[in-house]
């Protein structure tokens, strides 16, 4: 089913404010910029969402690319669903979903990206321990 732009973006448009429609359309919508750029080039909305066919299912994390599933697993989320856009061609939306799906399915790798600030707050605190202890030595062997 083709339909028409959104009013306000239609108006937009119209004045000459390209950015601003499809700003309003990204809104409206959730599309991706390059897909509202599309549809406001073309006047014409995209199909439903559930009429375009979708990359890859978001419950099959499976299908995750390598590096992904590596970003993913060492709790690099962010860069995950980068590499899945950048790989696949979608929207951040879509990817996001893709990623969300795997992660839920994926193990953490422990001492990884993810655990970061557990990771440095153990030595951290052994090493003002024994600081402490150092401190309290030559205080104490002193008086």
């Known amino acids: 089913m083709i339909t028409t732009l959104p009013d306000d973006v239609r108006r937009a448009l119209d004045a000459g404010k390209k950015i601003e429609a499809i700003r309003l359309l990204r809104e409206h919508t959730g599309l991706g910029l390059a897909e509202a750029k599309a549809a406001v080039e073309s006047g014409l909305m995209p199909p439903a969402r559930d009429e375009v066919p979708v990359p890859v299912a978001a419950a099959e994390h499976g299908t995750l690319s390598a590096g992904a599933r590596a970003a993913l697993a060492a709790g690099r989320k962010i860069e995950a669903i980068r590499i899945e856009r ?3 061609r979608i929207g951040l939306q879509d990817a996001k ?3 969300d799906a795997a ?3 994926l ?3 422990p001492g990884s990206g993810g655990d970061a600030r557990r990771g440095v707050l153990g030595p951290v ?3 003002l321990v024994a600081v402490l202890a150092g401190i309290g030595w030559l205080l104490l ?3």
């Open 86 to 88: 950048a790989e696949r």
């Open 125 to 127: 605190v052994l090493l």
């Open 107 to 109: 193990p953490r790798v």
């Open 141 to 143: 062997g002193r008086g």
């Open 97 to 99: 979903a893709i990623v």
């Open 103 to 105: 992660e839920r399915g």
